[in-house]
């Protein structure tokens, strides 16, 4: 319901959306931001774009084509799509089971090794499946993110999937309101992967309840997720710039920011 | 069938009670559309208020009364009863749970979702897994009202024993407890990890609140909760709450709040009773108190019978509304999950819900007839349900 208010606001708002526009990237409107991403910016002015990823496992997908199949993969694709003159590079560091504590301490090192402009930073399922205490999850969000913001990286937070098979057995309340809250606090944009997957869901545009084996649909999500976090990154860096007109170039819509 | 009538009993606290099972089952059921007309909606509190208040009243008034007529001990071996037979009850419902959960993990497959899969690996050690649950420390989502419910049952009597005789001095034993565990962040263990969803340690204070409202409490501060002063401030209250929650569900519109507002009053903690859902509470029951007064017409009324027979039997409908709950949830995931069915399976779980309450007052009647006119000890069924 959320994401329909949200969809008939977007609707009702919304810069038209070119033909060619897949319906997954048309839904996408629950994914936005009004927080600038000035690392990203200063990156794309110097041709050199270095971006890494840290998630759980429902940042990766299995099978033998799954790491290049995943989200992370797929955005180094977008990106360098997108930003022909720029030097893009795609770090991932997704580890299954990790929480979001355990990320937050691998934050530093990982500033040192890979020297991000960006952190997309995936967390929330293993927390909330571990029921971990909220407040412990809200402070290793507060530590990683400060650890961010002093190592010079612009950050994006991505929440949960939604997954209505499991909708019922895992609480995610706390952990998205802190995640929520966290971003706020941090000024960092959060990917709500949550609500666009519900919208998608409701809108029929992917079957998420669909009992399978075959991974097309996973692969089809994921690169929407990486078209959408494109959309999300380039958008940031515009409203850095203090301007939205980078946005209008071939391919993805432009996103309004009333 | 008339509601039963006794002449202390307040049925607002039966008409409330049910519609809060109703707000909770609705809740409970993930992705529902029809959950957003329940009040966590529109403001910071929600309808687990309403019922630990209104369970902390019923268990004062029947206990209380107990325990003057009949002694501590008496009144002291019935609470314990009861939190008894609400562990077996939270134990059947695990068992529901376990038997949903095993069914998904056996039947559903598919590559998008093998992190969330994860959530049955305690499925592979169930000795761990059945004795967590038995002593209370391993709670599915969604189970843990009832758990809440035991451990201030439990910790009762001592309590009712003071506010018996002292209540101002156990209500501010109450507090008390409220801001330690708020300073020194108490609370119980939970299993595999972190502590209880609803801190029995910080909720005991609505709990006690109402205890202390049944006994003698409300009509100390009737003149005051009546006052023009608190009418306005609960409503302004309430708008406020209105206009915070608003932008929770519309995009920007959080940008409205200044920083540092949201810095202080983010997170809402509902693990430990945050101030601001207790005060939210506090201007609902304020406001429920004047506009819908002990003998108003509407009581009787064909129309609020349903909900009033489900708040009499509230452990049982309770229970009931979590299985609907996953139920729902099953079928939503296994039929359709379209606004139809959402609406069609809210509608018909609170059917059963009201089915089931007449059903179990039949039960009580027969078996009160079988008894014939033998008096009985005094029945928490009577005093504004159950306790």
Request: aromatic residues 10%; glycine residues 6%; contains cysteine.
């Amino acid at each position: 319901m959320r994401v329909v208010i949200a969809g008939l606001l977007a609707a009702l708002f919304a810069v038209p959306v070119s033909a060619e526009e897949s319906a997954c990237v048309a839904a996408g409107d629950a994914v936005q931001t009004d927080v600038p991403l000035r690392h990203v910016a200063a990156a794309i002015d110097s041709k050199h774009l270095t971006v890494a990823v840290v998630g759980s496992a429902s940042s990766s997908l299995p099978g033998p084509n799954g790491a290049a199949k995943a989200y992370p993969a797929r955005l180094g694709e977008w990106l360098k799509h997108r930003l022909p003159a720029v030097d893009v590079k795609v770090l991932v560091h997704t580890q299954a089971r990790e929480s979001a504590a355990d990320m937050a301490k691998s934050l530093p090192q990982l500033l040192v090794d890979d020297k991000p402009d960006l952190v997309v930073w995936q967390t929330g399922t293993v927390d909330a499946m571990l029921g971990v205490d909220p407040e412990a999850f809200q402070s290793a969000l507060d530590s990683g993110l400060e650890a961010l913001h002093a190592g010079k990286a612009d950050a994006v937070l991505m929440n949960m999937q939604y997954s209505p098979r499991t909708d019922s057995m895992i609480a995610l309340g706390a952990y998205l309101d802190a995640m929520r809250h966290g971003a706020l606090q941090h000024e960092v944009p959060l990917f709500d992967r949550l609500a666009l997957m519900k919208n998608w869901n409701e809108l029929g545009i992917f079957n998420l309840h669909a009992d399978t084996r075959t991974i097309d649909v996973a692969e089809a999500v994921h690169d929407c997720i990486s078209r959408l976090l494109v959309r999300l990154i380039i958008n940031g860096a515009d409203l850095a710039r203090g301007s939205n007109t980078g946005a209008a170039s071939p391919g993805l819509p432009p996103k309004d920011n009333h | 069938m008339p509601p039963v009538m006794s002449p202390g009993r307040d049925l607002r606290l039966d008409l409330f009670r049910g519609i809060a099972l109703w707000l909770i089952f609705l809740d409970h059921i993930p992705s529902n559309v029809v959950s957003w007309l329940t009040i966590r909606n529109y403001g910071f509190s929600d309808a687990t208020e309403i019922f630990v208040f209104i369970s902390g009243y019923t268990a004062a008034f029947v206990y209380g009364r107990e325990m003057n007529e009949r002694g501590v001990v008496v009144a002291s071996a019935r609470i314990l009863k009861r939190a008894w037979q609400i562990y077996v009850a939270h134990i059947f419902l695990f068992v529901v749970y376990m038997a949903e959960i095993a069914y998904v993990a056996s039947t559903f497959e598919n590559p998008l979702y093998s992190e969330e899969m994860g959530i049955f690996n305690f499925l592979k050690q169930p000795d761990v897994t059945m004795i967590q649950a038995m002593l209370l420390k391993f709670k599915p989502a969604n189970m843990d009202v009832l758990p809440l419910y035991i451990v201030l049952l439990a910790g009762f009597p001592p309590m009712l024993w003071l506010l018996v005789r002292r209540p101002t001095l156990a209500l501010v034993a109450s507090v008390g407890l409220y801001a330690l565990t708020w300073r020194f962040d108490w609370n119980f263990p939970a299993y595999p990890n972190g502590t209880w969803v609803f801190n029995p340690l910080a909720w005991q204070l609505l709990f006690v609140f109402g205890a202390w409202c049944a006994l003698g409490g409300a009509q100390r501060i009737a003149p005051f909760a009546r006052s023009r002063v608190v009418l306005w401030l609960a409503a302004a209250y309430l708008v406020f709450a209105f206009a915070i929650a608003l932008t929770w569900y519309i995009p920007h519109a959080a940008s409205y709040i200044p920083r540092w507002f949201s810095e202080w009053m983010y997170p809402i903690d509902k693990t430990n009773l945050d101030v601001l859902r207790f005060a939210h509470f506090l201007a609902l029951a304020a406001l429920t108190v004047r506009y819908v007064p002990r003998d108003w017409i509407g009581l009787s009324s064909p129309l609020m019978r349903p909900a009033i027979l489900c708040g009499q039997h509230s452990l049982e409908i309770f229970c009931l509304g979590v299985f609907l709950s996953f139920a729902g949830h099953f079928a939503m995931v296994e039929i359709s999950d379209g606004i139809g069915m959402q609406v069609l399976i809210s509608l018909l779980g609170i059917v059963v819900m009201v089915a089931t309450a007449r059903l179990i007052r039949w039960y009580k009647d027969v078996e009160g007839k079988k008894h014939g006119p033998r008096p009985t000890p005094p029945n928490a069924d009577l005093a504004g349900g159950e306790a």
